[in-house]
């Protein structure tokens, strides 16, 4: 059989003064797989995606990505994880203000040591498939919040990482934009095949995915 992409088991994560933002949390996702997870701010929704993605370390319970646990005590092992297993979208975009969209985008790869025409070819590819082939040569402020979002999207994705986790990436947006990026992701899912794990506080967006896990008080209830 298969193993999963990702597998958490019985995670917890606890804070000073008493607050429990994860307990018992168990979650698997299949290769390929479109998740989204859903609850109220403060449900851990957030704390989860943080943790399955190596940002954070949890305070019991494992995470194993591929089938190979996370060595949460391993900092020089969770950077190359991090680098070579997930791409990251955040709300905020997180986009370098002096760097064009395809440099953006390109900006991952010089970590992973790709000649320049490479990495050139790449972002270009995928600013063409989020339909901003057009934009390439533009700064994050002459870009709409809609538009950075993709570029954040492509800049996931220019590694080849398997898995990508996004952070409630619409929150910033509206509604007409939010599908857009949601559609945008679904597509992509489909089409590349690559695994999403997507935290919403909206269930319609949340609908894109193939399966919706809800969570409260730090628990997943469905």
Known sequence: MTSPILEARALSRHYPGGVRALEGVDLRIERGEFVSIIGRSGSGKSTLLNIVGGLDSPTGGSVAVNGTPLDFSDRRALISFRREMVGFVFQQF?????????????????????????????????????????????????????????????????????????????????????????????????????????????????????????????????
């Not at 990026?181 to 319609?204: D, G, K, M, P, Y």
């Open 94 to 222: 997180n986009l370098i203000p002096s760097l064009t969209a395809r440099e953006n985008v390109e900006y991952p790869l010089l970590f992973n040591y790709r000649p320049p025409a490479e990495r050139q070819e790449k972002a270009n590819a995928l600013l063409a498939m989020v339909g901003l082939d057009g934009r390439a040569s533009h700064y994050p402020g002459q870009l709409s919040g809609g538009e950075q979002q993709r570029v954040a999207i492509a800049r996931a994705l220019v590694a080849d990482s398997p898995l990508v986790l996004a952070d409630e990436p619409t929150g910033n947006l509206d509604s007409a934009t939010s599908e857009g990026i949601f559609s945008l992701l679904q597509r992509l899912n489909r089409e590349r095949r690559v695994t999403l794990l997507v935290v919403t506080h909206e269930r319609e967006l949340a609908s894109y995915a193939d399966r919706t896990v809800e969570m409260r008080d730090g628990r997943v209830v469905a």
